[in-house]
């Protein structure tokens, strides 16, 4: 058990670019999640996964972010024509069946420029 | 609506202190109780959690907190504070009717004085 990774750990663009960022959960673990945080804030929620399903969607998440979760393994998080207010930290986490185990990744530190 | 509210923003505290960190939420029912450490740059650690029963909850690095169901609080506690609890420490709550999706508090910024 590596825990959950996240790549990359920064990322710096320019507005307008594409991003896109990886979560790979703990293996057994089904369900997996996407927070937003922003300086001087708690994490938001983005979106949730139960295997390759995508059961919830914030309304935070605009029609530029996509998530997939091809398999039912890792996640992808893609952010189109990025604007400044998407910088931000991306966090990750992933559960198990029972006992409500979330477990977060180190997340992936948005600066656009 | 649900909410969780973490009524103080910064803490500070002398090394050896004793602390309580302030957690309420707005819910019709008991809900799920977390508290998360953050250190910077880094994600989140699990501290202890709450879901049923003894209401009094020890968790990891010598923390425990208390729900009250009357005060709709569960207040995180240490009786003796170290310089490496300095970091940033969030409540968060599953609203068990609105899936269970983690709803975190703003957090509380723990600074330890030597």
């Known amino acids: 058990d590596t825990g959950v990774s996240q790549d990359p750990r920064h990322k710096i663009t320019k507005r307008g670019q594409n991003v896109t960022f990886r979560c790979d959960p703990i293996?057994?673990?089904?369900?997996l999640y996407w927070y937003r945080q922003t300086l001087g804030q708690g994490p938001e929620f983005l979106t949730y996964f139960q295997n390759e399903a995508q059961l919830e969607k914030s309304r935070l998440l605009s029609d530029r972010f996509s998530a997939e979760r091809p398999k039912g393994s890792f996640s992808t998080l893609e952010i189109q024509r990025t604007e400044q207010g998407d910088s931000a930290m991306y966090l990750c986490a992933s559960m198990g069946h029972t006992n409500y185990g979330y477990t977060f990744g180190s997340g992936t530190r948005l600066t656009v420029v | 609506a649900q909410s969780v509210t973490q009524p103080d923003i910064h803490i500070t505290v002398s090394e050896g202190a004793s602390l309580e960190l302030r957690c309420n939420y707005s819910?019709?029912?008991?809900?799920?109780l977390f508290w998360y450490v953050q250190s910077p740059g880094q994600g989140l650690q699990l501290l202890l959690k709450y879901f049923s029963g003894d209401t009094l909850v020890q968790g990891i690095k010598g923390f425990e907190a208390e729900f009250k169901r009357s005060q709709s609080s569960f207040n995180l506690r240490k009786p003796s504070v170290h310089w490496s609890d300095a970091a940033e420490y969030f409540c968060?709550?599953?609203?068990?009717?609105?899936?269970?999706?983690?709803?975190f508090g703003a957090g509380t910024i723990l600074r330890v004085k030597s």
């Open positions: 819910y019709g029912a008991t809900p799920y």
């Open positions: 968060a709550v599953v609203f068990m009717e609105y899936g269970n999706k983690l709803v």
């Open positions: 293996s057994e673990h089904n369900r």
